[in-house]
């Protein structure tokens, strides 16, 4: 394991499958700043091979479970892969992630696997560009598969699920489930519908539930199956991993793929140079906000009157 932090050592090291240095290179990605632009500048060039398939649900669907399960599927058809855990809701690496560690355990020894958790650490919305970058890392490890876990309960996680080329999303049988699904955007975003715990009743009732709201929904060429599962005994798996092998041909077959990456690029940029006009902005007038803020607070300035005030200011280049 090379004990270096230089960006472009750790790289040559990944790719040659050194996977302490696949996890180093994760570290400076999470941490940000100057090293992680040159991680971006090395990675970025020698990716765009790995197959990304997100995982999002509620906690405790069984997103963890059903990871581990595919994961075994994959390695029992001789193929490598990577798998990112991303918790937006867990300000540190704290009980959902330790209990993912645990659960995969079964791959620890296995070098054909490769298994990170990633939190917010102060990320605030940085861990969408975090996680994508996370992907590339593994992509240009040599992954040709990529697994992101992610628990689908906000905007954020509803992000870093459209980071996929297929999104899968967990739901359990049960009266609501698939209601609550919705509300939380997932129905949009999902490929393939897996009903976790389909040992338990209701099943036939969520599958009608999926399907009713499908139907509202603008679907384009491909309708989301619906594929029931027991992850915690792996009954089902292999067919959510042939629904999700059929979503990837169809994406291939009908250049779909390659679009849906453009658009996701598309938004990466956008979204980079947002920010960091937003941050250059708030820098440059710092001080005028402060003073505005108080006016706006001493009900003296409406709220626009002070922006239009703070816009001249920057459009003027000084403070
Ligand atoms: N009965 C049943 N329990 C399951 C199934 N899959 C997972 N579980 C259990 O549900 C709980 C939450 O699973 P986990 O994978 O951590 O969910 P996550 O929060 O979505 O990652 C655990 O106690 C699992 O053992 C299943 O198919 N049937
Ligand atoms: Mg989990």
């Not at 970058?133 to 598969?145: K, N, T, W």
């Amino acid at each position: 394991m090379p004990r270096t932090r230089d960006p472009k050592e750790l790289f040559d090291a990944a790719v040659a499958g050194d996977r302490a240095a696949v996890a180093r290179l994760l570290s400076v990605v999470e941490r940000g700043g100057p090293a992680a632009r040159d991680v971006s500048r090395l990675v970025f060039p020698r990716c765009g091979d790995a197959y990304t398939v997100g995982i999002t649900g509620a906690p405790g669907a069984g997103k963890s479970t059903l990871t581990d399960q595919v994961i075994t599927t994959i390695r029992g058809a001789g193929e490598e892969v990577g798998v990112l855990a991303v918790d937006p809701s867990s300000p540190f690496s704290g009980g959902a992630i330790l209990g993912d560690r645990v659960r995969m355990q079964d791959h620890a020894l296995d070098q054909g696997v490769f298994i990170r958790s990633m939190a917010t650490r102060g990320h605030l919305g940085g861990l969408t560009l975090a996680t994508r970058e996370a992907i590339r890392v593994l992509d240009a490890s040599g992954f040709r598969l990529v697994l992101v876990e992610t628990v689908g309960v906000g905007q954020v996680e509803v992000e870093i699920a459209q980071a996929a080329d297929t999104t899968v999303v967990v739901v359990n049988p049960g009266w609501g489930d698939a209601v609550q699904a919705n509300k939380a955007g997932l129905l949009e975003i999902a490929d393939v519908f897996v009903i976790n715990k389909a040992d338990r009743p209701g099943v036939r009732e969520t599958e009608r539930d999926l399907k009713s709201m499908l139907s509202m929904s603008d679907l384009g060429d491909w309708t989301p199956p619906i594929v029931p599962a027991v992850a915690s005994t792996g009954e089902g798996v292999a067919d959510v991993w042939a629904a999700i092998g059929d979503h990837r041909r169809h994406l291939e077959g009908s250049g779909l793929l390659e679009g849906r990456r453009r658009h996701r690029l598309e938004d990466e940029l956008r979204e980079i140079v947002v920010r960091r006009l937003e941050q250059e902005a708030y820098q440059r007038c710092a001080d005028a906000f402060e003073r505005l803020l108080v006016g706006v607070l001493e009900r003296r300035v409406d709220p626009y009157s002070a922006a239009d005030e703070l816009v001249e200011t920057l459009r003027g280049g000084e403070d």
